[in-house]
C-alpha cells in the first residue's frame, strides 16, 4: 500500500473513532443543524489562522468555539427561533470566511479541499493533529460521559441532581469545535456533520444502549472511512464525498435489515 | 385566607422550606409576586391554578433553577431534594433503559433501582426501554429515581401527566402513602384540585399572587377559588370549562368579580 494511502485511512479512521460517538450525542440531543453551523464557521478559522499564522486548525477549533458561544449568548435573548439563529450564523460565518480569504491576495489557498476534504494530501504532521485532536476529545468525553448523557436526558433534572449543566454543555461544544478541526482535513467543512451524524443513526437500530450505539457509531465510521478510500482509489472519485456516499450506503443497508 | 399562629411553639420541626414573598417577573410581565409558604416534614402542600399561573415556576425557584427578582427561598439545611419534572421527552434515537434511566440519577445496585421501582409498583418495566412503557408506567419510573436520592422533600411538577383516568387516582394514592411511609415533605403542582384533594394537606391557589390557601375543603369551598376556577370546574364535570367572571389588571391582581351568583 502507497504511503499516503496509509496516511489517509489512518487519518480518517482517527477521526471516525471519535467523530462516531460525539456524533451519538448530536444525534440525541437534536444539534444535527448547530453541528453544520460550526462546521460552516470553519472556513472562517482557517483565513484567522492565515492571518495570526497559527496552524489553520487551531484556528478552526478556535472559530467554532467563538461561534459556539454567540449562538448561545444569542439563544437566551429567545428572540429568533434556534434554527432561524443557527441558518444566520452558518451562511454569515461561511460568507465571511471566503471574503476574508479572498482579502489574503498573498496567500494561495486550495478552497476545493477546504470545503471538501484532501484526504490523499495528509501529512505526517497532520496525523499527529489527528489523532491528537481526536485521542483528547475521546477521553474528555469519556470522562464527562454520564453527566452529559443525565444532562442530555433533561437537563434541569440533572441540574437539580447536582450535574453542573452550563460546564458540561461548554465543554461538550468545545469537543465539537476539535472534532470538526480536524475532521476538516478528511471530509471537508461541508461534509462533516455528516461523518457526525450518519454512522449514529445507522447504530441506533442494533443498539440497546447508549454505549454500544456510541461504539458501534464508531466502528461504522471507520467502515465507511474504508470502503470510501477503496471506492475512491477504484473509481477515481473525489475520496471525501466517496466517504461520506459510503456511510450512506450503509445507512440505508442498516434500514433493510432487521433491528437488534 | 390563613393566619399565622402568632405564638406556634418554637420547638415544633423546622419547616423543610420556607418560601418568603418570592417575587419574579420576565420581560415586565409579573409572574410570580410576593409568594409565601412553608413545607414541613411529613405535609403534602399543592399549588393549584391554571396555565400561566406560576406553578411550575415556583417550583423551579424552589429547586434553585430559576433566582427569584426578590423574596427568599430558605432549604433546611442538607435537605435532599427529589425532583419529578413535567413532561419529560426521552429522543427516540436514544437506546435507554428504565434501569439505565434510573441511576443516571445517582449509582445505585440493580437491588436498589428494583426496590425503588417495586416501591412505586412498576417493578415490571425495569428491562424496557423508556420509549416503550405507559404513561403511567414513566410517571412512576420519575418518581422511583426521585426516591432514590432518599430525599427528604419530593417537588412533583404535574405527577399525573400522561396517565389515564384510573392510574391518575392511584399514582395520588401512591404519594399519599409515600408521604406516611417515608416521612419526607411533598410539594407539588396540579391543575386540578378535585384529583388531589383527598391527598393533599394543604392548597395554595395560585394566580401570580396566591389567592387563596388552606385546607382543601376550604379552598375549593373559597370564593377566590371558585371566581378562578369557575362553578362549573369547581364542580368538577368531567370536561372543564370556566367563565371569565373577572379580570386582572397588569399585575395580575383581581380588579372586580360581576356578582354572579356563585352561591
Redesign the interface.
Known amino acids: 500500500m502507497d504511503d499516503f494511502l496509509l496516511r489517509a485511512l489512518c487519518g480518517g479512521l482517527g477521526v471516525a473513532l471519535a467523530a462516531g460517538p460525539l456524533g451519538a450525542f448530536i444525534?440525541?440531543?437534536?444539534m444535527a443543524y448547530f453541528g453544520d453551523t460550526l462546521a460552516h464557521s470553519g472556513l472562517l478559522g482557517v483565513a484567522l489562522g492565515v492571518v495570526l499564522q497559527i496552524n489553520p486548525q487551531l484556528g478552526v477549533a478556535a472559530t467554532c468555539l467563538l461561534i459556539a458561544m454567540v449562538l448561545v449568548l444569542l439563544q437566551r435573548q429567545r428572540a429568533l427561533a434556534a434554527d432561524t439563529l443557527l441558518g444566520i450564523l452558518a451562511h454569515t460565518s461561511l460568507s465571511l470566511g471566503l471574503v476574508t480569504l479572498a482579502f489574503l491576495e498573498t496567500v494561495r489557498i486550495d478552497l476545493t479541499s477546504y470545503l471538501f476534504g484532501d484526504i490523499l494530501a495528509i501529512s505526517v504532521d497532520d496525523l499527529y493533529w489527528i489523532w491528537g485532536g481526536a485521542g483528547l476529545a475521546l477521553a474528555a468525553l469519556a470522562g464527562l460521559w454520564?453527566p452529559l448523557?443525565?444532562a442530555?436526558?433533561?437537563e434541569?433534572?440533572?441540574?437539580?441532581?447536582g450535574v453542573p449543566v452550563f460546564a458540561v454543555r461548554l465543554a461538550f461544544m468545545l469537543l465539537i469545535a476539535i472534532v470538526i478541526a480536524v475532521a476538516m482535513k478528511v471530509v471537508g467543512i461541508l461534509l462533516i456533520t455528516s461523518l457526525l451524524i450518519i454512522p449514529?443513526?445507522t447504530a441506533?437500530r442494533f443498539?440497546?444502549?447508549?454505549e454500544?450505539?456510541a461504539l458501534l457509531a464508531g466502528g461504522l465510521g471507520c467502515v465507511a472511512v474504508g470502503a470510501g478510500l477503496w471506492a475512491s482509489l477504484r473509481w477515481d472519485t473525489p475520496a471525501g464525498p466517496s466517504v461520506v456516499v459510503a456511510a450512506a450506503a450503509l445507512f440505508a443497508l442498516g434500514q433493510a435489515l432487521p433491528s437488534r | 385566607m390563613t393566619v399565622k399562629p402568632s405564638s406556634a411553639p418554637a420547638l415544633a420541626a423546622q419547616p423543610l422550606l420556607r418560601v418568603e414573598n418570592v417575587s419574579l417577573s420576565l420581560r415586565g410581565q409579573p409572574i410570580v409576586q410576593s409568594v409565601t409558604f412553608q413545607v414541613r416534614a411529613g405535609e403534602i402542600v399543592t399549588l393549584i391554578g391554571l396555565n400561566g399561573a406560576g406553578k411550575s415556576t415556583i417550583a423551579r425557584i424552589v429547586l434553585g433553577l430559576i433566582r427569584p427578582d426578590a423574596g427568599r427561598v430558605q432549604l433546611r439545611p442538607g435537605l435532599r431534594i427529589g425532583y419529578m419534572p413535567q413532561r419529560l421527552m426521552i429522543d427516540d434515537t436514544l437506546p435507554l433503559t428504565v434501569e439505565r434511566f434510573i441511576t443516571l440519577g445517582g449509582s445505585a445496585s440493580r437491588e436498589q433501582v428494583q426496590a425503588a421501582l417495586a416501591e412505586v409498583g412498576a417493578a415490571q418495566v425495569m428491562r424496557s426501554p423508556v420509549q416503550a412503557i405507559s404513561g403511567g408506567e414513566f410517571q412512576r419510573m420519575l418518581l422511583a429515581r426521585a426516591l432514590l436520592r432518599d430525599p427528604d422533600l419530593l417537588v412533583l411538577d404535574e405527577p399525573i401527566q400522561g396517565v389515564d383516568l384510573a392510574g391518575q387516582y392511584e399514582l395520588y394514592d401512591l404519594i399519599g402513602q409515600l408521604r406516611h411511609r417515608r416521612g419526607c415533605g411533598i410539594l407539588m403542582v396540579s391543575h386540578d384540585l378535585h384529583l388531589v384533594m383527598a391527598t393533599t394537606d394543604q392548597v395554595l391557589c395560585l394566580n401570580r399572587h396566591i389567592c387563596c390557601s388552606g385546607h382543601p375543603d376550604d379552598v375549593a369551598r373559597d370564593p377566590a377559588y371558585l371566581q378562578l376556577f369557575g362553578l362549573d370546574g369547581a364542580r368538577r364535570l368531567a370536561i372543564y370549562h370556566h367563565h371569565h367572571n373577572h379580570r386582572h389588571d397588569l399585575h395580575g391582581a383581581v380588579v372586580a368579580a360581576e356578582e354572579e351568583a356563585h352561591g
Open positions: 444525534v440525541w440531543r437534536r454520564r448523557l443525565a442530555t436526558v433533561h434541569e433534572l440533572a441540574q437539580v441532581e449514529a443513526a441506533r443498539a440497546r444502549s447508549p454500544s450505539m
